[in-house]
């Protein structure tokens, strides 16, 4: 019959593709990475830390022992940007930069989305001994941290303050730099550190 030859001419094709197939099952052809592309609505932060000598007093207790306001704001800052097991999510997605000040106002960190380098530069913050370096220059420090959050395109820009003391340093009067961030949009949060009546400096 017909059906013989034909059968007979198609073969060869099934063979070849047979084997066309047993070499790409061989290879074991998987899926490529696939780029995606998340964009998170973020804000852009500056923590600003007084290390001027007072804020080594001891008036608080930090994991049941006697903690000086710099190691517990180096702890708060720390579960405030990477979060903790009780529920505090941490601030992922969100731009921080990190300024400390005394006498001087120094900018530690620009903006970044790597919080735990940041923590590792919070962590190594070490408080002002020399007299030429101690005081609370809180006007510098304002300027300082918006000069930083101009920097990010976000448009929630904050300033987290974080001192014990009333400005008694630099040249710029906190209020006139308070006022330059007000303009800028940038709002500042002030965090008082320490408690009421008197603390132990070492």
Not at 27 to 47: H, N, S
Not at 122 to 128: G, R, S, V, Y
Not at 143 to 157: I, N, Q, Y
Request: charged share 20%; hydrophobic share 50%.
């Amino acid at each position: 019959s017909l059906a013989k030859p034909r059968r007979r001419m198609l073969l060869p094709a099934l063979r070849l593709l047979a084997a066309i197939c047993c070499v790409i099952a061989l290879a074991r052809p998987q899926w490529g990475l696939e780029l995606t592309k998340v964009y998170v609505k973020g804000i852009a932060m500056a923590m600003v830390v007084d290390v001027s000598s007072s804020m080594g007093a001891v008036d608080f207790v930090l994991d049941n022992r006697q903690s000086n306001r710099l190691d517990v704001v180096k702890a708060t800052i720390r579960s405030f940007l990477i979060g903790e097991d009780d529920g505090l999510a941490g601030r992922v997605g969100d731009l921080v930069s990190l300024v400390s000040f005394a006498r001087f106002a120094d900018s530690l960190s620009p903006l970044t989305l790597d919080h735990l380098a940041l923590v590792e530069l919070l962590d190594q913050l070490q408080l002002a001994v020399l007299p030429a370096e101690d005081g609370t220059a809180i006007g510098e420090a304002i300027v300082l941290g918006v000069e930083r959050l101009m920097k990010s395109a976000e448009t929630s820009r904050v300033m987290i303050l974080m001192t014990d003391g009333y400005s008694n340093s630099g040249d710029t009067e906190p209020l006139e730099a308070a006022r330059i961030a007000k303009a800028l949009g940038v709002k500042i949060y002030t965090i008082g550190t320490g408690t009421e009546g008197t603390a132990i400096i070492p």
